[in-house]
C-alpha cells in the first residue's frame, strides 16, 4: 500500500509538471506567437520560424509525450477507479495528444522548412488542430480535478456503467476530433476571445451532462 501510494504521487506530480509544459505552450503559440506573426514585419516572422518556433515546438511536443505517458502509467494504477470525469479527461488528453505528434508537429515541419510539402494545405491544417486542442484543454482539465473532487454522480466507476450524459460527452469530443481531422476553422475556434469562451462554455456543458443526465 505505501508502494502504491509513493508511485502514485511520483506519476501525478510528473503527470502534471509535464502537462504544464505542455499547455503552457500550447497556450503561448496560440494566444502569443500566433498573433505576434500576425502584425510582425517580414524580418519578425522570419526570426520566429528560424529560431524561436523550432525550439518552442520542441518543448510542446516532448511536453505532450511526457504528460501521456505518465498518464498511461497513471491509468493502471488507478484500475479500476476510473470514472466519468477521468473518461472524459482521458479521451480529451489522448486525442490532444494525437493531433500534436499526428497534425500539428508533421504540419509545422513542412511550414519551417524541415520537409517538402504544400504550406498552403499544411498551415490551416496545424491551426485547426492547434485550436481545437485550445478547445479541448479547459474540458481535460477540468477531467483531472473532476476526477477526485467532483460530486459524487460523476465519481462512480464506470464498472457501474457509462451514463448517458457521459456518453453524450464523449461523443461531443469525438465529433470535435473529426473536425479537427477533416474540417476547417469555424466561428467557435477562430478568434481568440472565441475559442476561450467556447472551451469554457464545453466544459460546463460537460459537467452538466456527468452531473446530470
Same mark, same amino acid.
Given at each position: 500500500?505505501?508502494?502504491?501510494?509513493?508511485? #502514485?504521487?511520483?506519476? %501525478?506530480?510528473?503527470?502534471?509538471?509535464?502537462?504544464?509544459?505542455?499547455?503552457?505552450?500550447?497556450?503561448?503559440?496560440?494566444?502569443?506567437?500566433?498573433?505576434?506573426? =500576425?502584425?510582425?514585419?517580414?524580418?519578425?516572422?522570419? #526570426?520566429?520560424?528560424?529560431? &524561436?518556433?523550432? =525550439?518552442? &515546438?520542441?518543448?510542446? %511536443?516532448?511536453?505532450?509525450?511526457?504528460?501521456? $505517458?505518465?498518464?498511461?502509467? $497513471?491509468?493502471?494504477?488507478?484500475?479500476? *477507479?476510473? @470514472?466519468?470525469?477521468?473518461?472524459?479527461?482521458?479521451?480529451?488528453?489522448?486525442?490532444?495528444?494525437?493531433?500534436?505528434?499526428?497534425?500539428?508537429?508533421?504540419?509545422? =515541419?513542412?511550414?519551417?522548412?524541415?520537409?517538402?510539402? #504544400? =504550406?498552403?494545405?499544411?498551415?490551416? *491544417?496545424?491551426?485547426?488542430? +492547434?485550436?481545437?486542442?485550445?478547445?479541448?484543454?479547459?474540458?481535460?482539465?477540468? !477531467?483531472?480535478?473532476?476526477?477526485?473532487?467532483?460530486? +459524487?454522480? !460523476?465519481?462512480?466507476?464506470?464498472?457501474?456503467?457509462?451514463?448517458?450524459?457521459?456518453?453524450?460527452?464523449?461523443?461531443?469530443?469525438?465529433? $470535435?476530433?473529426? @473536425?479537427?481531422?477533416?474540417?476547417?476553422?469555424?466561428?467557435?475556434? @477562430?478568434? &481568440?476571445?472565441?475559442?476561450?469562451?467556447? +472551451?469554457?462554455?464545453? +466544459?460546463?456543458?460537460?459537467?452538466?451532462?456527468?452531473?446530470?443526465?
Amino acid at each position: 500500500m505505501d508502494n502504491f501510494i509513493s508511485l #502514485d504521487l511520483l506519476f %501525478r506530480w510528473l503527470h502534471v509538471l509535464f502537462g504544464v509544459t505542455w499547455i503552457g505552450f500550447l497556450y503561448y503559440f496560440n494566444f502569443v506567437q500566433t498573433e505576434y506573426v =500576425k502584425v510582425a514585419s517580414d524580418e519578425g516572422k522570419a #526570426d520566429v520560424m528560424a529560431k &524561436l518556433a523550432p =525550439k518552442a &515546438l520542441w518543448w510542446f %511536443r516532448w511536453g505532450a509525450m511526457l504528460t501521456f $505517458l505518465t498518464g498511461f502509467v $497513471l491509468l493502471g494504477l488507478v484500475g479500476a *477507479r476510473i @470514472n466519468a470525469y477521468l473518461a472524459m479527461g482521458v479521451l480529451a488528453g489522448t486525442l490532444m495528444f494525437v493531433n500534436v505528434w499526428a497534425i500539428i508537429w508533421p504540419k509545422q =515541419k513542412i511550414m519551417l522548412g524541415l520537409v517538402e510539402g #504544400d =504550406k498552403a494545405v499544411a498551415g490551416p *491544417r496545424a491551426a485547426v488542430a +492547434s485550436r481545437t486542442n485550445v478547445l479541448l484543454s479547459a474540458p481535460m482539465l477540468l !477531467g483531472m480535478l473532476g476526477s477526485m473532487h467532483g460530486a +459524487s454522480a !460523476g465519481l462512480m466507476p464506470l464498472t457501474q456503467g457509462l451514463s448517458t450524459g457521459l456518453i453524450i460527452t464523449l461523443a461531443i469530443i469525438i465529433l $470535435l476530433e473529426a @473536425n479537427a481531422i477533416f474540417g476547417k476553422m469555424n466561428g467557435a475556434i @477562430n478568434s &481568440l476571445v472565441a475559442v476561450i469562451h467556447s +472551451s469554457v462554455a464545453l +466544459s460546463l456543458i460537460f459537467v452538466a451532462l456527468i452531473q446530470f443526465v
